[in-house]
């Protein structure tokens, strides 16, 4: 006896997908969301240099 559980509690070679939806409006979907968090990495880069800078001064870097 195993403590009454199986397997497939758990979700033991199950996949997650829900029930109704097509497999591949979903990998549509994940690539647009992939591609918009991308965008906005991409447009947030500019800003890496000056975010350093911050960091820099606030943790003790050459106070100027």
């Given amino acids: 006896m195993s403590g ?6 758990y ?10 939806r097509n497999a591949a409006i979903s990998w549509i979907v994940g ?3 992939a591609a918009v968090v991308g965008g906005l990495i ?3 880069l500019p800003a890496g ?3 350093l800078a911050l960091i820099g001064q606030l943790l003790g870097g050459h106070g100027g």
């Fill in 11 to 20: 979700g033991v070679g199950m996949t997650a997908r829900v029930g109704g």
């Fill in 31 to 33: 690539l647009l969301c």
């Fill in 49 to 51: 240099p000056g975010m």
């Fill in 4 to 9: 009454g559980t199986d397997g497939r509690a």
């Fill in 42 to 44: 991409w447009l947030s």
